[in-house]
C-alpha cells in the first residue's frame, strides 16, 4: 500500500530576502484545518530560522485571508484540545515574537483565528473587501485565539467588546480608520506593495528592527521607567554593531546605507 501524499494548505517562498506564506485552501477559504496548522506552524519555524530571509509576508490564496477554523472538524478534532492549543499557541507567539517584520497581506476576509493571525503580524495591507470577523458568540463561544489581548489594544476596549458581543464584521474602511490595517490596496496591486514593503526591509538593518519589535512588545506591558531602561539597553548594543557604523557613515556621506544584516 503506498502513502497518500500530504496536500501542501501552506506555500513557502523565498525570494530577495523576503520570505512568502501562503495559506492554499482556497476552496475552503483558507479555513484552518489541523494540517493547516501543523504546516503553518513549520512553515513559520522555517523562515524564522533561515538568515536568508528578512521580513515575511503571510497571505492566502483566492478570495479569503482566512475564514477561521474549519468547522467541519469540530466534530471529530484530530488530536488533543491540548496539543490544538500548543500548536495555536506557537503560531501566534511566534508571529509576534520571531525577530524580523512581518506583514499580513489580507486578500479577504479574517475571521476568528484568522482574524488573530492578521492581528499578530506586525502590519496589516488588506484589499477593499477584506473584514475582520470575531463571531465565536454566534456559535456559543468565547473569544480565543489572543483576540481578547490584541483587538482592544489595536482599537480600544469598547469597539473590541462591540465585535466580540454581537459577531459582526469590522470592514476594511473602518479597521484603517481605527488604525487595525495600515494600508487598503486594490486587489491587483496587493502582493505588489506588500511585496515593495517588505523588500525594503529586508534591507534594512536586521538587528535593529528586531530591537524595535521586542521594544515595542514589551512596552505594552511594562511601565514608561521599565520602558526607557530596556530602550537604553538594546541601544547600547546596536551602537556597537556595524550596522550603526555604516549607518552614521553613510549619513555623513550622504549616500545609501549598506547594511550588513547583522
Known amino acids: 500500500m503506498t502513502e497518500q501524499a500530504v496536500e501542501q494548505v501552506v506555500l513557502v517562498e523565498s525570494r530577495a530576502g523576503v520570505g512568502w506564506i501562503r495559506l492554499n485552501r482556497p476552496d475552503r477559504m483558507n479555513a484552518v484545518s489541523g494540517e493547516l496548522r501543523k504546516q503553518l506552524l513549520a512553515a513559520l519555524k522555517q523562515v524564522e530560522r533561515d538568515d536568508s530571509v528578512r521580513c515575511v509576508v503571510v497571505t492566502g490564496r483566492g478570495r479569503a485571508f482566512c475564514a477561521g477554523a474549519d468547522v467541519r472538524e469540530f466534530g471529530s478534532r484530530e488530536g488533543s484540545l491540548e496539543a490544538i492549543r500548543d500548536e495555536y499557541h506557537g503560531i501566534l507567539t511566534r508571529l509576534r515574537s520571531m525577530p524580523k517584520p512581518v506583514i499580513a497581506a489580507m486578500n479577504g476576509v479574517a475571521a476568528g483565528i484568522g482574524a488573530s ?23 456559543g463561544l468565547t473569544v480565543d485565539g489572543g483576540a481578547t489581548w ?34 487598503i490596496v ?13 523588500t525594503r526591509l529586508a534591507a534594512g538593518p536586521a538587528g535593529a528592527l528586531a530591537a524595535i519589535k521586542r521594544s515595542v512588545n514589551r512596552a505594552q506591558n ?15 548594543a546596536r551602537m556597537a554593531d556595524p550596522d550603526f557604523t555604516e549607518g552614521v557613515s553613510a549619513f555623513l556621506e550622504k549616500r545609501p546605507p549598506r547594511f550588513s544584516g547583522s
Open 186 to 198: 486594490p486587489a491587483a496591486e496587493l502582493e505588489a506593495t506588500a511585496g515593495e514593503l517588505a
Open 117 to 139: 493571525i492578521a492581528m499578530a503580524c506586525d502590519i496589516r495591507y488588506a484589499v477593499p473587501e477584506a473584514s475582520f470577523v470575531e463571531a465565536f458568540v454566534k456559535i
Open 150 to 183: 490584541l483587538l482592544p489594544r489595536l482599537i480600544g476596549t469598547g469597539k473590541a467588546l462591540e465585535m466580540f458581543y454581537t459577531g459582526d464584521p469590522l470592514g476594511a474602511e473602518e479597521a484603517l480608520r481605527l488604525g487595525l490595517v495600515n494600508r
Open 222 to 236: 511594562v511601565g514608561f521607567a521599565e520602558a526607557l531602561e530596556f530602550e537604553f539597553h538594546l541601544q547600547a
